[in-house]
């Protein structure tokens, strides 16, 4: 289902598209998106509390983007993300960014309420780990869910050295690298986040919960939780880090 010409989610739900620009501070350049409102309304999925920001955690969805949005706009359930970035590089806004909602998880390093609440969580819509069966490369979710064959080696990062269980994952495209760069360039100007990544040697570990509270900067999910996959060597840091740097920035 192509969610943007239809504005139906996996589940059935309705929304509003509505194209969207905006300036990034202290910047020449903008950043354009998609405001999604719900046909009926409903804003039960995100706690519209002011919390000060200090961190963006960057995700990945595990799943495709009708998916994607229907499980983070789930009425009630408090856990999303405002930010879903779809494979074509269309940035999905679902909620206001100062605003928040559970996107860590309850085992998360320093408590899943405060470092959800003063972090602003990005979801890549991105499939996540593949098993290899035969010549094809699967999801997690059934070994008959076929997500590309070995041949097809534009869709999948193969790792030399596994990571956390799984040496295969679903690739992210170009369109997507530069939309994360610059959504990850107006956050951080708007909040007045550091742009700084987690070291190298620890970018892929779970942090000591001293060290993830008081980062400053862009993490990833894996960075709170010893249990999540996103997100690994499979994702180009070195590309999203160079395009932040590069250019006029503003903090």
């Known amino acids: ?39 009926n309304s409903d804003t039960s999925f995100f706690y519209q509390d002011v919390i000060v920001k200090k961190k963006v955690v960057l995700h990945f969805t595990m799943g495709y983007l009708t998916g994607d949005i229907a499980t983070l706009t789930t009425p009630n359930n408090h856990v999303s ?21 559970y996107h860590l998880g309850p085992k998360a390093v ?8 003063s ?19 699967v999801t997690t979710y059934a ?16 790792l030399a050295i596994p990571y956390r269980g799984f040496s295969y994952y679903a690739a992210f495209t170009d369109a997507q690298y530069e939309s994360v760069t610059n959504l990850l360039r107006y956050l951080t100007a708007t909040y007045g986040i550091n742009r700084q990544f987690v070291d190298e040697a620890a970018r892929y570990n779970t942090l ?12 990833s999910h894996v960075n709170c939780r010893t249990d999540k996959v996103d997100i690994g060597h499979a994702f180009d840091w070195d590309r999203v880090i160079n395009g932040l740097a590069s250019g006029n920035t503003a903090v």
Do not use: H
């Open 81 to 101: 993300v405002p930010f879903v970035v779809g494979r074509d590089g269309k940035i999905y806004n679902l909620f206001g960014s100062k605003y928040w909602s």
């Open 143 to 158: 070994d008959s869910d076929v997500y590309c064959t070995m041949v097809e080696t534009q869709y999948y990062q193969a």
């Open 208 to 219: 000591p919960q001293n060290d993830f509270v008081n980062f400053n900067g862009i993490v």
């Open 1 to 39: 289902m192509d969610f943007q010409n239809t504005g139906i989610d996996g589940n059935g739900k309705k929304f509003i598209l509505k194209n969207s620009s905006v300036a990034i501070p202290g910047e020449t350049g903008v950043m354009d998106y998609i405001l999604l409102t719900q046909a």
């Open 119 to 137: 972090s602003i969580g990005i979801e890549i819509s991105n499939i996540g780990p593949l098993k290899k069966i035969g010549d094809n490369l």
């Open 110 to 117: 320093g408590g899943n309420k405060q470092m959800s609440g």
